[in-house]
């Protein structure tokens, strides 16, 4: 088949929409980390960044978007095993994916009403004899409520691969004597992996850049990279160590997606595994 001469002519939008979002604001991220408060070039905010202040921070950013990842993987794969196996599974997945449609600050706004001192929650705890809780503000309500969001996302790409799993796979293992465990580990498992992995990507990057849930549901409790960022420019107006931060954040989020990525293997044509 020959070459469309027209496929350049198309590429074009893309390629502008790639310059002017994606690699001209990283230019100007890189160039603004150069620069320390009085506007003078210097290298200081790199070798800030390696101190134990943000060494910490980076591995707390690490340890919360692990424990978010962790919790939404272990309730999104049994949930999106058992719609493949629901009568009205497409139905049953949007009902999961349209609370992702709300805004995420009116979630979080609704989570604030439900976990506080006079919510529904407390109160609901008063009337069975423990006594109202500090639930807002501290890490179980961070992680709570960010598991809760992104769920959604992490369901969507297991139940894609989950779904494509030919049937007659399953019932070969079985015939062959497999009990539901080794049918797991030995089927399912290997042909869902690159949907774990895609589940992974979309949870763990954006969970280590969260400020807005780390600001309304844990307070001053939970420290991210995503909250660093935002006190640098917003708070301290250092823009030069914001952006060094940010610099980083991009370069741990580009080894998530190399480590997360991988090519499908999964496949049902003639009930064999590509």
């Known amino acids: 088949m020959k070459n469309n001469p027209l496929r350049f002519i198309y590429a074009v939008p893309y390629a502008v929409w790639m310059l002017l979002f994606v690699l001209a604001p990283i230019a100007v991220i890189v160039y603004y980390s150069f620069f320390d408060l009085s506007g003078n070039l210097t290298l200081g905010n790199y070798r800030n960044f ?14 919360y978007a692990f424990l978010i990842t962790f919790f939404s993987l272990l309730i999104s794969y049994p949930t999106a095993y058992f719609l493949t196996k629901t009568k009205h599974k497409q139905l049953w997945l949007l009902l999961i994916i349209i609370p992702s449609w709300i805004n ?30 500090q639930i807002l503000f501290t890490d179980f309500s961070f992680v709570f409520v960010s598991v809760y969001i992104f769920i959604p996302f992490m369901i969507l790409p297991i139940f894609n691969s989950l779904d494509k799993i030919n049937p007659a796979l399953l019932d070969a293992s079985k ?26 990507q979309v949870v763990f990057i954006p969970a280590l850049s969260l400020f807005m849930i780390t600001r309304l549901i844990a307070g001053n409790k939970v420290i991210t990279l995503g909250t660093a960022i935002e006190q640098q420019f917003l708070v301290t107006q250092n823009w030069g160590m914001g952006s060094t931060i940010a610099v ?10 190399v480590l997360t990525s991988g090519k499908e293997k999964g496949g049902n044509a003639n009930g064999k595994v590509k």
């Not at 539901?180 to 042909?191: E, H, L, N, S, Y």
């Open 50 to 63: 390696f101190t134990s202040v943000y060494f910490k921070l980076t591995m707390s950013s690490f340890w």
């Open 175 to 200: 015939d062959l004597g497999a009990n539901a465990w080794v049918t797991f580990k030995r089927v399912i498992w290997p042909m869902t992996i690159d949907g774990v992995k895609s589940g992974v």
């Open 104 to 133: 995420l600050l009116l979630k979080t706004y609704a989570f604030i009403g439900l976990m506080g001192l006079y919510g529904p929650i407390n109160a609901f705890l008063e009337t069975i004899g423990i006594g109202s809780q």
């Open 248 to 257: 980083f954040l991009i370069i741990f989020m580009f080894l998530i997606m």
